[in-house]
Each structure stands twice: as C-alpha cells, then as structure tokens.
C-alpha cells in the first residue's frame, strides 16, 4: 500500500464485525491517513456486541480525527476531496441497497456519494445475512458500476446461514491497492 494515502473507512450496522473493521482501521492508520465514518445508526447504537459510544472514542483513537457522522459532515468529503479511495467496511445489505438506488440519506451514502463525484474507487467490504437473497440484485448491481470495488467474499456460515455472505476484512489493504489501480482484486468469490 502506497504511504500517505488518504483514506476514509466508514462503518455500517453489521456490529458483529466491528472487531475486524477496527483491526484494519488500525492497519491502515499505520500507513496512511486516515479518517473514520459512521452511519447515523451505526453512531448511535448500542449493542450486545459493544457501546456505540466506546466504538467512536476507539476509532478516533486510532485515527487522531473526529469520525464523521452525520450528512452535512460527510457533505464536504466530495468538494475537499478528502480521500484516495473510500472503503466501506462493514457495509450492510441496506447500506449497498440505497448506493445501488441512489439514495442519499446517511452520512455514509453521502459520503459515497460525494466521493464518487470525483470519479475516485469506493471499496466495499459487506457483511449481510441475505447476500444470496435479498441483497443479490444490489450486490449484482454495484458489481457492475464504475468506481465500485468489493473487498473478496464467500458464505460465512453456510450451514446455519446458507444465504449469508461476508467480506474477508483481512483483504482489505489490497483491495484497496487493486481499486487504486482500477481493477477488481480476484478471486472476487472465496471459498
């Protein structure tokens, strides 16, 4: 990964795997500057797998910025141009269903928004228990747009989850190296 890259990492509501989006936050602070997101939602519940609260203080930890979470503040990420590339991580099925239909309503999909507005890459690292149902067409639908990348994914559970799918959160980094260079990193779908 090339040093100084400016990267935002946005959290979704998929919390069962924030202890991974935290991880590669860390890995990527490491390099690079970066800057943290949350949906609204995200910011503001609490969960049996942690406190919104101590999440925000631990990203801003890590990252030595305010995270971003609200519309008007993610609003300025377009015209700063504030990123490289945006990674969305964990991304929820919700989440990829509104960027698929356009629609604007959380500090992450206007940050999506706002981003792509300058023709840079946006990563997706998704985490849904309907991938194989539901969020099908949206996944199928980002797959096929320019300036969208997914982080590699496969079946988390397939036998108590059979339509549940999960990014590798570990495949983050290069994904991002892959999407800078303006292509897929493959084997998109993982065993």
């Given at each position: 990964?090339?040093?100084?890259?400016k990267?935002?990492?946005?959290?979704?509501?998929?919390?069962?795997?924030?202890?991974?989006?935290?991880?590669?936050?860390?890995?990527?602070?490491?390099?690079?500057?970066?800057?943290?997101?949350?949906?609204?939602?995200?910011?503001?519940?609490?969960?049996?797998?942690?406190?919104?609260?101590?999440?925000?203080?631990?990203?801003?930890?890590?990252?030595?910025?305010?995270?971003?979470?609200?519309?008007?503040?993610?609003?300025?990420?377009?015209?700063?141009?504030?990123?490289?590339?945006?990674?969305?991580?964990?991304?929820?099925?919700?989440t990829m269903?509104?960027?698929?239909?356009?629609?604007?309503?959380?500090?992450?999909?206007?940050?999506?928004?706002?981003?792509?507005?300058?023709?840079?890459?946006?990563?997706?690292?998704?985490?849904?228990?309907?991938?194989?149902?539901?969020?099908?067409?949206?996944?199928?639908?980002?797959?096929?747009?320019?300036?969208?990348?997914?982080?590699?994914?496969?079946?988390?559970?397939?036998?108590?989850?059979?339509?549940?799918?999960?990014?590798?959160?570990?495949?983050?980094?290069?994904t991002?190296?892959?999407?800078?260079?303006?292509?897929?990193?493959?084997?998109?779908?993982?065993?």
């Open positions: 990964m090339k040093e100084g890259l990267i935002g990492l946005a959290l979704c509501g998929s919390y069962c795997t924030y202890e991974k989006a935290l991880a590669a936050a860390e890995r990527l602070s490491r390099e690079c500057e970066l800057t943290a997101l949350m949906s609204e939602t995200a910011a503001s519940t609490d969960s049996r797998f942690g406190r919104a609260g101590d999440f925000i203080r631990r990203l801003e930890e890590i990252t030595g910025r305010e995270v971003i979470r609200s519309i008007t503040a993610a609003e300025r990420v377009g015209p700063g141009k504030l990123f490289d590339v945006l990674v969305i991580a964990p991304c929820t099925g919700n269903a509104k960027l698929a239909a356009g629609i604007t309503d959380s500090a992450v999909t206007m940050a999506a928004k706002a981003h792509l507005r300058n023709g840079r890459p946006v990563v997706i690292g998704f985490s849904t228990n309907d991938a194989l149902s539901g969020s099908a067409p949206a996944i199928a639908a980002l797959l096929n747009r320019r300036n969208y990348y997914f982080v590699p994914f496969g079946q988390d559970d397939p036998a108590n989850k059979p339509r549940s799918m999960a990014s590798d959160f570990s495949l983050i980094e290069d991002v190296d892959a999407a800078l260079e303006g292509r897929q990193l493959q084997p998109l779908l993982l065993r």
